[in-house]
């Protein structure tokens, strides 16, 4: 657990200034901010349409959900992975890094670990400022029905569902990053798994719950189906969910054994 913990630590210390930690947290300013600011601004064309809170809240979240979740979410995780692993790969630190005098698995665990942290920190700061938001603009328009609604629990299920979602694609772009260390091979891999995955997602093709980049588009329609319904009805650990969590188990095995044979040599 030490070797683990010190691991994660440098792992911080060594990305810390790097666009891939700094987009975990400037992403969802910026679209969750500028949503905000159309809501605000178009405030008298969308009273018109006399949304109830829950409604108001699902149109105002969909927004961000289906922005984040299709596009900007899955090639995150692909520059997030790259940029984790890229740093050693930069400086040729490989053997330098398993020289210490730590667990090899750890050092490993703790750059997965450190990957699932910044995927982890951006999908929450989506939700929180989703939340926040959507207050702070009931405050500026008082007309709006935000508060007549406590979206907590389905904007937790939501993103929840969808962190779910990534981790089979975290998982796959990861170990893509350590058999490569050019950024054209695994992005290129990544572009045409994300473009296959919406694709069979959007077309209902009943295996697309197999491809593990389709589960954060499964994921929005399975969140686009509670609409009409209770937040506490959307099903978490669906066909798709359990997929994406079984490639991110055996895949997360298989990148040690991938990346002990690479320092081996």
């Given at each position: ?13 060594k990305s810390r ?7 975990a ?11 905000a600011?159309?809501?605000y601004?178009?405030?008298?064309k969308?009273?018109?349409y006399n949304y109830?809170?829950m409604?108001?809240?699902?149109q ?12 900007i ?6 520059f997030m992975?790259f940029s984790?692993n890229?740093?050693e ?7 330098t890094l398993?020289s ?5 698995f750890?050092i ?5 670990l450190y990957?699932l ?5 951006c ?18 328009v008082?007309k709006y ?8 629990i389905?904007l ?5 569902k969808?962190f779910?979602?990534s981790?089979?694609?975290l998982?796959?772009q990861f170990?893509l ?5 050019d ?9 045409i798994?994300?473009i ?18 389709s589960?954060p588009t499964l994921a929005?329609r399975?969140?686009?189906?509670t ?5 506490e009805?959307?099903?978490?650990f ?7 969590l ?15 044979k690479?320092?081996?040599?």
């Amino acid at each position: 657990m030490r070797s683990l913990y010190i691991s994660f630590i440098s792992e911080f210390y060594k990305s810390r200034k790097t666009l891939a930690f700094w987009a975990a947290i400037i992403l969802p300013l910026v679209i969750c901010g500028l949503i905000a600011f159309g809501y605000y601004t178009s405030s008298a064309k969308i009273l018109k349409y006399n949304y109830p809170g829950m409604m108001l809240w699902f149109q105002y979240s969909s927004a961000a959900l289906g922005v984040m979740g299709m596009l900007i979410l899955p090639f995150y995780v692909m520059f997030m992975a790259f940029s984790v692993n890229n740093i050693e790969h930069k400086n040729d630190t490989w053997k330098t890094l398993f020289s210490q005098p730590l667990n090899k698995f750890s050092i490993y665990a703790a750059k997965y670990l450190y990957a699932l942290v910044l995927l982890l920190l951006c999908i929450f700061l989506f939700a929180f400022l989703t939340y926040t938001s959507g207050y702070l603009l009931q405050f500026l328009v008082p007309k709006y029905t935000f508060a007549d609604y406590d979206p907590a629990i389905i904007l937790s299920r939501f993103y929840g569902k969808l962190f779910l979602a990534s981790l089979g694609i975290l998982s796959i772009q990861f170990i893509l990053s350590l058999i490569w260390s050019d950024f054209l091979k695994p992005m290129g891999i990544g572009f045409i798994g994300t473009i296959a995955g919406i694709i069979t997602a959007n077309v209902g093709w009943k295996y697309a719950f197999l491809i593990p980049y389709s589960a954060p588009t499964l994921a929005l329609r399975a969140a686009s189906g509670t609409k009409n319904g209770r937040p506490e009805d959307l099903p978490i650990f669906t066909q798709d969910i359990w997929v994406s969590l079984a490639y991110a188990g055996v895949l997360f095995v298989a990148g040690y054994f991938i990346l002990s044979k690479r320092n081996i040599k």
